[in-house]
């Protein structure tokens, strides 16, 4: 498939390596910077959905994402993200993404809007406890190529994921040009899909980015190992 991302807000936290361990399936490892597992909330934009061949989706090609996740190295010592959740407002793709794909979607009310100079990310869902987040970022200095920190790198230079389906790993591809990244401050957050994802509530300062976005090619899954 290809798509494309726009304005992406991200906000990273630290936590202890194995408390993210614990909820990871067998076969694949944390990754760690500094000595911590990183967990991320991320909202951004679904663009211009289509198959490489370049048949849209009509009504499934355009929609709002918030995911939860963190980053892992699968079985073949690939640096992968892995997704506690996916939050969308399309049906019809949580469905075909949970049943074929072991990917944890979740369906109900979510939107990315701009809100004078910051942008605002929002998600309820319909079941089973209507969880919810709501966070509003707002962009700062640009990042120029090639002067990313280590960190910022660990945590955006990721070209795959990795899925748990039917007791198998998989992992699949996705490319695209390195983002162009702004540092970015959070002015506001009343989360708990994080929480929702089993992880204890995030204890320290986040790390806020932004970015206007990329195209993106997803690759077919392929079992990991």
């Known amino acids: 498939m290809l798509q494309e991302w726009k304005h992406l807000g991200f906000v990273h936290w630290r936590y202890d390596a194995e408390v993210v361990q614990a909820l990871l399936p067998h076969g694949l490892t944390v990754d760690v910077f500094g000595g911590h597992a990183w967990v991320g909330l991320i909202g951004f934009s679904m663009q211009n959905v289509r198959t490489t061949g370049g048949h849209g989706a009509g009504y499934l ?12 190295i699968d079985p073949d010592g690939r640096r992968d993200v892995w997704f506690f959740s996916l939050d969308i407002n399309r049906y019809a793709p949580v469905l075909v993404a949970q049943k074929l794909f072991g990917l944890p979607y979740r369906w109900g009310k979510c939107s990315v809007t701009k809100s004078g100079e910051s942008w605002v990310y929002e998600a309820r869902r319909r079941s089973p406890k209507r969880e919810r987040t709501r966070f509003a970022i707002t962009p700062g200095a640009a990042i120029a190529s090639g002067e990313e920190t280590s960190l910022e790198l660990f945590l955006t230079a990721r070209w795959g994921m990795s899925t748990s389906w039917r ?3 998989y992992h699949g591809s996705v490319d695209h ?15 708990g899909l994080v929480v929702a994802a089993g992880l204890p509530a995030p204890s320290t300062e986040p790390l806020v980015h932004y970015s206007d976005g990329v195209p993106v090619k997803i690759g077919r899954l392929r079992c990991s190992g």
């Open 177 to 191: 040009p390195a983002w162009p990244l702004q540092r970015a401050s959070l002015t506001e957050l009343d989360d």
């Open 61 to 72: 090609s355009n929609f709002p994402e918030i995911n939860v996740r963190t980053y892992v």
């Open 167 to 169: 007791g198998r790993l």
